[in-house]
């Protein structure tokens, strides 16, 4: 059986490596010259397979919970990232979310962990989203209540308001199907119906929040047409899009290029729908040329074993 933390970790890093070249390209423009393969420079003038802060947060979280799960010591990766002394593709950093970055002052201020994400409607970017994933490892058995309890600490460390918070939970919960080996349709039905029980059950938010995920929660996000998927950086574009572009392909490299081709926030779209498909289809259905271009991908395979051994057991 492949290794589930490199499938979804290398997923996240290398679909957000695609993405990074074109970042803030319309759809328009990827349409006539879409990616089909890494490329280099573009946008952030970065070398090929550089992944931006989607990975590099990822990668942080990643390594926190090796020691264990500690709401301080996440908060500390980060601002060590952000200081450029850990994970950082090529010892500076290129690209940061304005809500990361004020929450990372916080942090730096000696703010409680949980408390430093920002809580207003304009505070739901996609920055906690776009490096949730290793967290999946550790919550996967715990009571769907405790899971929530956890998803919401850990986003809210950037991103602490409540629809960033229950866009986390719905894609760690989707993923938690996948890792049950359920098909890709009945892992989204499932997963449709625990949060809609949860969130019915546990007047977390106003009924006008979650009015806004109906189109995942009530209908199937895949048959929407693609003129009504949004791929900008608000939170809940990028978690439909990410829905959509992994129901809607057959392979790993179809649903992060489709991602990536969607244009506007393109690393994180990547990224997102990289951790999805990864997991889904293994590491080794991620193509091998992907792999051996990744910026620091032994490193990187390094992390995922010590993973693997600290929670996997």
Known sequence: MH???????????????????????????LKRSPVTRMRAMGTHRQPLGTWSDDGSLTLCLAESLCNGYDLEDIALKFLQWYNTEIW???????????ATRQAIYRISKGGIPQLCGGTSEFDNGNGS??????????????????RFD???????????HIRSVISCFIYLEFLIEILNKSE??????????????????????????MDLFDRILSNDISTFPEDEIKSSGY?????EASLW???????????????VNL??????????????????????????????ELVRKDDIEKLCNKLENRLMK
């Open 263 to 292: 244009g506007e926030d393109t690393d994180t779209t990547g990224a997102i729908t990289g951790g999805i498909a990864g997991l889904f289809y293994g590491f080794e259905n991620i193509p091998e040329e992907w792999v051996s």
């Open 184 to 209: 890709r349709l009945e892992s989204y039905q499932k997963m449709q119906t625990k949060v809609k029980d949860f969130l019915n059950n546990n007047p977390i938010c106003s009924q006008n929040e």
């Open 245 to 259: 572009c992994f129901m809607n392909s057959e392979s790993y490299s179809e649903a992060v290029l489709k991602a």
């Open 235 to 239: 939170v809940l574009h990028s978690l």
């Open 150 to 160: 956890v998803v919401k600490e850990v986003s809210s460390i950037t991103h602490g």
């Open 3 to 29: 290794n589930n933390i490199k499938s979804g970790i290398f997923g996240v890093c290398i679909g957000d490596a695609l993405g990074v070249p074109v970042e803030f390209r319309s759809r328009e423009q």
């Open 129 to 146: 989203l776009m490096r949730i994933l290793p967290l999946l490892f550790y919550i996967k058995d715990f009571s769907i209540e405790k």
């Open 88 to 98: 950082t593709p090529h010892g500076k950093i290129f690209d940061i979310g304005i």
